[in-house]
C-alpha cells in the first residue's frame, strides 16, 4: 500500500525552526513531483513548497519564500521542509503531497505546526 508518513511537527516559538520529514512507501519515489501544503483553521489549503522529479527544481509560495527549504533524498523516499524564521501565521495543518503525471496523486496525513509564544 501507498503511505506517506510526516513527522517533526510541533509547537516553536516565533523566530524558531522546524525541519519536517516525510517517509514515502509504495511508490517509485525517484518519479515522483513532492510537495508540501498546509492548511490553517478556517483557510485554503495552500501550496507551499515543491521539488520536481528529475531536476529537482524548486518552487515556494511568496509567503515563505527566503525562509522555508524543500529538498529531497530518494536513496531515503524522503522529502523534507526546513522552516526558519517562523511566524505565527505559519501555524497549520502541514501536508505531504506526492504526484506521478496528473493522474496518481497520494496525500499523507499531516502534521500539526504552531508557531506561538
Known amino acids: 500500500q501507498v503511505q506517506l508518513v510526516e513527522s517533526g511537527g510541533g509547537l516553536v516559538q516565533p523566530g524558531g525552526s522546524l525541519r519536517l520529514s516525510c517517509a514515502a512507501s509504495?511508490?517509485?519515489?525517484?518519479?515522483?513531483?513532492m510537495a508540501w501544503y498546509r492548511q490553517a483553521p478556517e483557510k485554503e489549503r495552500e501550496l507551499v513548497a515543491s521539488?520536481?522529479?528529475?531536476?529537482?527544481?524548486?518552487n515556494y509560495a511568496d509567503s515563505v519564500k527566503g525562509r522555508f527549504t524543500i529538498s529531497r533524498d530518494d536513496a531515503k523516499n524522503t522529502v523534507y521542509l526546513r522552516m526558519d524564521t517562523l511566524k505565527p501565521d505559519d501555524t497549520a495543518v502541514y501536508s505531504c503531497?506526492?504526484?506521478?503525471?496528473?493522474?496518481?496523486?497520494?496525500w499523507g496525513q499531516g502534521t500539526q505546526v504552531t508557531v506561538s509564544s
Open positions: 503531497h506526492a504526484r506521478f503525471g496528473e493522474t496518481l496523486r497520494y
Open positions: 509504495g511508490i517509485a519515489f525517484t518519479f515522483y513531483a
Open positions: 521539488i520536481t522529479s528529475g531536476s529537482g527544481m524548486t
